[in-house]
């Protein structure tokens, strides 16, 4: 049957009707039961769930894109009839996390580097690098990883293991010298085993992903960031004259140190990813007649950009953020009077019910504490505002995988989100005066 439905997308009569068809088909194999494993990214083919629902989940969120032969809702692939469907389950997961993986990371670069032989590293060297690929001997090391057995007869590579190991590390809070001893009993235990001999190897094939930080030397008293070529080579602020170094520390290590998360390559992982890349044009193809406010592509301020800057509204994958800044004490109860503050762009492209969920957030700094940087946060967001500027007025080139094309991507910062004490902070408003409200901010 046609399957053409699932390349399309889930806002389209096309995909509506090849869904209408999957579950017909779904629910006529199935022998007693009134529920199906639903395929969603949700539930992920764990969760059984009745018709109306697995309906309701995929029109939400997209149908896998691999998942083309209906192995485990009722169609036969007969070179493969016999195998057990728990099998079939994981490997079909285990292969789509990885070639997800592989191709968010590499690009389009990935297919070029496959059609080329790859006894020739004249020829792989050759392949252009548009911004929006990787260097080939970070992919070659990567694509390694990924094949590469961790045991014979084990169901894992070495790059599965490393993930696998890592999320569970994020997930329960483990030390890196906790997975060291681990990784050490592990390799002791299993001698043949492909094991990474630290933690600290382990993520710098993590890293081969692209999606690092930067550590970017301040001023202890928040006066200025040791930024530019000539502030590299200061050893004090030049406007306060504190030390940049910690006089506690017998090596050189910054007093105060700013990590900064890159944005045009975060923003470039959205459109090189299969899974994001067509909803980054959802705010111009999903339709809304009835008026209502669902979405801020809804609402006057969307509207009234889109008239000023009719050049960048003419193309819908240029990206619209919001920023939002708050402070936290990560030590909880063990200190009370410490401060970090984190700063998070979201993207509007999105639809609602993907772009306020944290998994879409975009970690732009961490700011040190102990202290709040108060108004003196204009320092420390140099770096974005600087790389804001670049991406509204040149815009970067990017891979879009779902319209397998490149093109200049420009982002916007539309707005802030803050509470009423960081508004003050961002906009420089004084919030503190009987005029502090920004609407009625006038004598009566």
Known sequence: MDKSWISKLHTTPEYEIGLDIFLDFAF??????????????????LKPQTRSVVRDHLLCKPFPKNYVVWTLHGERKLPESSRN???????????NMMETMLNDAFGNYRQDAANLNESDPIALEDIPNEG???????????????????????????????????????????????????????????????????????????????????????????????????????????HCGASRWNPKKKKKQAAKVLRYFPLKTRLQRLFMCSKTAEHMRW?????????????????????????????????????????????????????????VWLVFLIPYNFPPWMCMKHTSFILSMIIPGKSSPGNNIDVYLQPLVNEL???????????????NESFRMRAALMWTISDFPALGNLSGWNTHTGLACPNYNFDS
């Open 132 to 238: 929006t690929r990787a260097d080939s001997g970070d992919f070659r090391e990567f694509l390694n990883d990924g094949s590469q057995i961790l045991q014979e007869g084990s169901k894992y590579t070495k790059l599965e293991f490393i993930i696998k190991l890592y999320h569970i590390k994020v997930l329960c809070g483990l030390s890196d010298k906790a997975i060291t001893m681990i990784l050490d009993l592990l390799r002791d235990a299993f001698q043949q085993a492909k094991l990474p001999h630290s933690f600290y190897e382990a993520k710098k094939a993590i890293n081969k992903l692209g999606l690092n930080y930067t550590k970017i030397d301040a001023c202890p008293n928040d006066c200025m960031l040791f930024l530019g070529d000539d502030e590299k080579e200061l050893q004090e602020c030049k």
């Open 28 to 45: 006529k194999n199935v022998a007693v039961s009134d529920t199906i494993r639903c395929p969603c990214p949700m539930c992920r083919f």
């Open 85 to 95: 469907e728990d099998f079939v389950q994981d490997k079909f997961q285990s292969y």
């Open 283 to 339: 705010h111009a193809s999903g339709n809304n007649n009835d008026g209502l406010l669902r979405h801020p592509r809804d609402g006057e301020a969307w509207k009234n950009f889109n008239l000023i800057h009719p050049e960048f509204a003419s193309d819908h994958r240029n990206v619209r953020l919001g920023l939002a800044s708050d402070g936290f004490n990560p030590f909880g109860t063990m200190n009370s009077k410490y401060s």
């Open 389 to 403: 500027k670049e991406l509204w007025n040149d815009g970067v080139v990017t891979f879009d995988v779902s319209m």
